[in-house]
C-alpha cells in the first residue's frame, strides 16, 4: 500500500486568533487532528479515533492571513494502530516559501461501529528516511510507556 502525505491547505482566518494576535493554539490542534483523521481513515479504511496525542511542539507562530500547509503521514503501524507525523507550516502570501511551525506525533486506532478494534494494513518503511521515522515512533512508543507509568498514581 502506498504511503503518500496527506495534505491540507488553506488561509488562517480572523477567527483563529488568540490574545497575541496570532493563530490560537488550539485551532493548530485541531487541524492537526483533523489532518490526522484523514490520514488515519484513508490507510485503514475504517473510521479511526484519536489515543494519543504527544509532544506538540509549537516553533513559531502563524499570523492572521497566511497560507497555512498541515501535512500528515503514517510512519509506523501496529496491529490496530496507526502512528503519524504531522508537520504544519505556513508562509505569508507574498513569500514563495512555508516554514515548519510544529510538530507533533499523533496516533489513531481503526474501530468498527461499536468502538472495537480493527486490524490495520501493516506499513513496511523501504526509504532510508522511512526506516528513520519508523525508529523514530519505536522511541517515542517505548518514552510513552514511562510517561504512562508516572501519570498512573494520578488517573
Known amino acids: 500500500m502506498e504511503n503518500k502525505p496527506i495534505t491540507f491547505q488553506f488561509i488562517s482566518e480572523p477567527s483563529d486568533v488568540n490574545y497575541g494576535g496570532n493563530v490560537h493554539g488550539g485551532s493548530v490542534m485541531k487541524w492537526i487532528d483533523q489532518a490526522g483523521y484523514a490520514c488515519a ?32 503521514q503514517v510512519i509506523y503501524t501496529g496491529s490496530s494502530s496507526m502512528h503519524i507525523a504531522i508537520n504544519v507550516f505556513s508562509r505569508n502570501l ?14 489513531f486506532v481503526a474501530v468498527d461501529e461499536n468502538g ?16 528513520r521515522q519508523e525508529q ?8 510513552r510507556t514511562q510517561i504512562e507509568d508516572e501519570m ?4
Open 152 to 155: 498512573k498514581p494520578f488517573l
Open 41 to 72: 481513515t484513508t490507510w485503514s479504511g475504517n473510521y479511526s479515533v484519536t489515543v494519543y496525542v504527544g509532544g506538540i511542539r509549537f516553533y513559531e507562530p502563524i499570523k492572521i492571513g497566511e497560507i497555512v500547509k498541515v501535512e500528515a
Open 116 to 131: 472495537k478494534k480493527l486490524p490495520v494494513p501493516k506499513w513496511i518503511p523501504e526509504t532510508d528516511e522511512e526506516k
Open 94 to 107: 507574498k513569500q514563495p516559501n512555508f516554514d515548519k511551525k510544529t510538530h507533533c506525533i499523533i496516533v
Open 136 to 143: 523514530y515512533a519505536i522511541r517515542l512508543m517505548q518514552l
